[in-house]
Every structure is written in C-alpha cells, then in structure tokens.
C-alpha cells in the first residue's frame, strides 16, 4: 500500500511563494518519477513538473518555468515543488504522484501515474 501525503498548501497573495510537500510511505521502487499535477476548478488536471528518483533529471510545464522548483530528499522520500512569484491562476488542488512503470522518460499525462496523493489547495489573490 503506496500512501502519498500532500502538505504546504494555503492561501497567498500574488508575488508571493509557497513550498509543497509530499511525503511517500508503503511499498518503495527502485526507480520511478515524482511528479506535481494541478487541477482548477472546472479544468482538467494538468502536469506541473516531474523528477526522477534516481539521477535527479526533471521536466517542467512552460507555464511555470522559471518560477517553481521541483525537489526531492529520497532519504527521507519526500518530493517538494518551490513556487515563486504565485499568480491568481496558479490557483486549484495540488497533487504528488509516483509514475512507477516507466523509468526512462519523465512523462506528462495523468494516465501515466499510478499512484496519487489527495491534493492540498492552493489559492492565490489578486
């Protein structure tokens, strides 16, 4: 049983910064990505960023480039996404998610996770 718990999620004003965090506990992989998605109210749930846990490579979305850092402690299995300069649409439930069948590319869909976290809202004012 893979347990994945979002934390760090709140409510700032634009400009602004906060750090997600998701911890991992149950089964461990050897290999796998680490990923944050978002979903907006009335939108579908879109891919952030990923890492992999080996080897540290990552992949971002154009529209957070620059501004969010993805991380992660594999001592301590933990994942981390630092986001700068937060805007009014960064605004939806933010969620960590482990892609355990793939450890070549990092991939983008929501399909390609198979292991999700419950999501902590994030919520940015203008």
């Known amino acids: 049983q893979v347990q994945l718990i979002e934390s760090g999620g709140g409510l700032v004003q634009a400009g602004g910064s906060l750090r997600l965090s998701c911890s991992v506990s149950?089964?461990?992989?050897?290999?796998?990505?680490m990923a944050w998605f978002r979903q907006a109210p009335g939108k579908e749930r879109e891919f952030v960023a990923a890492i992999k846990r080996s080897g540290g490579s990552t992949r971002y979305a154009d529209f957070v480039k620059g501004r969010f850092t993805i991380s992660k402690e594999n001592a301590k299995t933990m994942l981390y996404l630092q986001m700068n300069d937060l805007k009014p649409e960064d605004t939806a439930i933010y969620y960590c998610?482990?892609?355990?069948?793939?450890?070549?590319?990092?991939?983008?869909?929501?399909?390609?996770?198979?292991?999700w976290g419950q999501g902590t809202q994030v919520t940015v004012s203008s």
């Open positions: 149950g089964r461990t992989f050897g290999s796998y990505a």
């Open positions: 998610a482990i892609d355990s069948r793939n450890t070549i590319i990092l991939r983008s869909r929501p399909s390609d996770y198979d292991y």
